[in-house]
């Protein structure tokens, strides 16, 4: 190794251990590492803001700062609150009922939204009905975060890792669609029948108070119905533009931007209302990360250790499938799968090349997305929407403690996995 | 006055019914320990999905949303209705000795709406921001 590729080497882990164990704000630490970085010479302003393989990945950081703008948008209208309240009224307050409609509501909107917004839009209102029902919320917060975690998995937008690897590979909205989209709805299926006997004991309930649910008004939820019409026309615009980006050759990102800015300009909110809800630092992070890992592209490692992989499962394309998959999974479920994917993402793309690009090879895309978006199901800390949900049931008085979530997350991101591996044999091999 | 170890719903019912904005809690052996004010125990009963989704506030008829604040205050003590002792509120007190600006300010820099006056551990009484305005305004109306 050379000393510029040693000295990337111990920069990227130095920042990446100060993130995974969260010693210093995982802002910082990308910040730092990316300073370093640019101080060391292991990387310049050219390749670092200009370059398509080492540099900020713009459509990345893009396509997220839209969506925020429309999803802080969407959450002022009471959309999710109407929801909510009207699927529990229709599920006739019965637990079990009501529980399989608040994890559908949430899992299809973490496949249009992101899975921080819908646990977070999802939550105040399951406090509300459990509330009202005398039931304990805990199992109804920890089946929704999962099922936000499962539905984001399904779209190019529901999880973070997954434009990543849709900006890095090149694979289209569609393309997520076709090859992850059965599948999430086969496992949704699978993990709605699984909480029934997970959550067995939470479905217990006073027939009495149910009259208490009914008596809400889900209507007065509503706070603006102009704004939800124009929201949700954009909205169904922006996802149009999704499935039509490749053919109208318009990146994902741009389409995100028109439609953040067409429903800006359409509706009475304030610039200062329609960024209020940006996650600026989320943005930074990703900058950040994208110069560090762009700067081991540059010295070469990230090229060294393809090469590596290729040579150990060069004439094992299954293996290789199987192994990302399984370590993607354990890592996502103790470290944070965003930096995780941004490294990995060069990594797979070169893989992919050198395997000549053919759908078996492809599929190694499908294995790193799977495995790092239900990975994080498995323990508390596993995914954002997991630690914003503990802080939620913390701070209205029903904490969930790390190994209350994780027994019932080990089971539910194994068995994702147990079935995610038949599914890509099955689909990309077998039947190849 | 209230005890810590008061029913917290007895102080809202004190609180509302003589139309105070807070009361002043003591310890057992009647010692003033911190202040009460109207909004904690609000803050207290409102669950606190609500406050932090307040559209959720409009699904409640006038009588589910009473409903709702008194289940969260039946059967609570006072001392669990106050904040956590290092979020508390700092003790208002002035001694018997003090002006009506002293009184003034020392409301203005707790943001309190209401004041104890007490001499070595002897409590004379209490006085609230509308009195300590009342006082003010008759004071100056003579040169207007």
């Known amino acids: ?59 990345v950081v893009f396509l997220l700062l839209g969506m925020m703008i429309i999803v802080g948008v969407i959450k002022q209208t009471g959309l999710f609150e109407y ?38 839009l999802i939550a105040p209102v399951t406090f509300l009905v459990c509330d009202r029902l005398g039931l304990n919320p805990i199992p109804f917060l920890i089946a929704e975060v999962m099922a936000s975690n499962i539905g984001g998995t399904a779209t190019l937008i529901g999880d973070p890792p997954n434009i990543i690897i849709a900006s890095r590979s090149g694979l289209s909205f569609n393309d997520f669609l076709v090859h992850l989209a059965p599948f999430v709805v086969v496992l949704m299926a699978v993990f709605v029948v699984v909480c029934r006997w997970l959550f067995r004991d939470a479905f217990r309930y006073d027939e009495k108070r149910v009259a208490e649910v009914m008596a809400l008004s889900e209507r007065e939820a509503i706070r603006d119905r102009t704004l939800l019409v124009q929201s949700l026309v954009v909205l169904a615009l922006v996802l149009t533009g999704f499935v039509l ?75 290789a499938v199987m192994a990302l998959l399984v370590i993607s999974a354990l890592l996502s479920a103790i470290v944070d799968n965003i930096p995780y994917v941004a490294t990995m993402s060069p990594i797979v793309g070169e893989l992919v090349a050198a395997q000549g690009g053919t759908p078996q ?14 990975g994080g199901n498995a323990t508390a800390v596993g995914a954002s929407a997991n630690v914003v949900v503990l802080g939620l049931a913390a701070r209205n008085g029903t904490p969930i403690s790390f190994w209350q979530f994780t027994r019932y997350g080990i089971v539910v991101a194994g068995l994702s996995i147990l079935l995610a591996a038949p599914y890509l044999w099955l689909r990309y091999f077998l039947l190849a | 006055m209230v005890r810590l170890t008061d029913d917290a719903l007895a102080a809202a ?40 989704d307040p559209s959720l506030a409009r699904v409640y008829d006038e009588q589910g949303g009473a409903d709702v604040c008194l289940r969260n205050l039946s059967g609570r003590s006072v001392k669990e209705v106050l904040p ?61």
């Open chain 2, 84 to 144: 956590p002792e290092e979020k508390r509120y700092e003790l208002p007190m002035v001694s018997g000795e003090a002006t009506v600006l002293e009184c003034a300010a020392t409301m203005a820099r707790l943001r309190t709406p209401l004041i104890v006056v007490s001499d070595d551990e002897e409590i004379h009484g209490v006085v609230t921001a509308s009195h300590l305005l009342e006082v003010i305004l008759n004071a100056s109306e003579p040169r207007a």
């Open chain 1, 83 to 120: 929801l909510a309240i009207a699927a529990a009224k229709r599920a006739g307050g019965r637990p079990y009922a009501m529980l399989v409609m608040l994890v559908v509501i949430t899992a299809v909107a973490s496949a249009a939204l992101d899975n921080v917004t819908t646990v977070l």
């Open chain 1, 1 to 59: 190794m050379t000393v510029s590729q040693v000295l990337s080497v111990v920069v990227f882990v130095g920042a990446y251990v100060l993130i995974a164990t969260e010693r210093v704000h995982r802002v910082a630490a990308a910040l730092g590492g990316a300073a370093l970085m640019l101080a060391l010479g292991l990387t310049d302003g050219e390749t670092a803001f200009h370059s398509l393989d080492a540099g900020v990945d713009w459509n």
């Open chain 1, 245 to 319: 980006h490749s053919t109208l050759h318009v990146d994902p990102s741009v389409v995100a931007l028109l439609g953040a800015g067409l429903l800006v300009l359409v509706s009475k909110v304030t610039t200062e209302q329609a960024i209020a809800d940006v996650e600026w630092e989320t943005l930074v992070f990703f900058m950040g990360l994208f110069v560090m890992v762009g700067a081991l592209v540059k010295t070469g490692v990230i090229g060294e250790v393809s090469r590596a992989l290729a040579d150990a499962v060069g004439g094992e394309p299954l293996l």
């Open chain 2, 13 to 52: 019912r004190l609180i509302a019914e003589q139309r105070r904005p807070g009361v002043v809690v003591v310890d057992g052996e009647g010692r003033p320990v911190t202040v009460l004010p109207g909004s904690q125990v609000l803050r207290f009963s409102v669950p606190g999905y609500v406050q932090e």
């Open chain 1, 361 to 374: 090879a492809e599929s190694l895309w499908w294995s790193l997305a799977l495995g790092a978006d239900l």
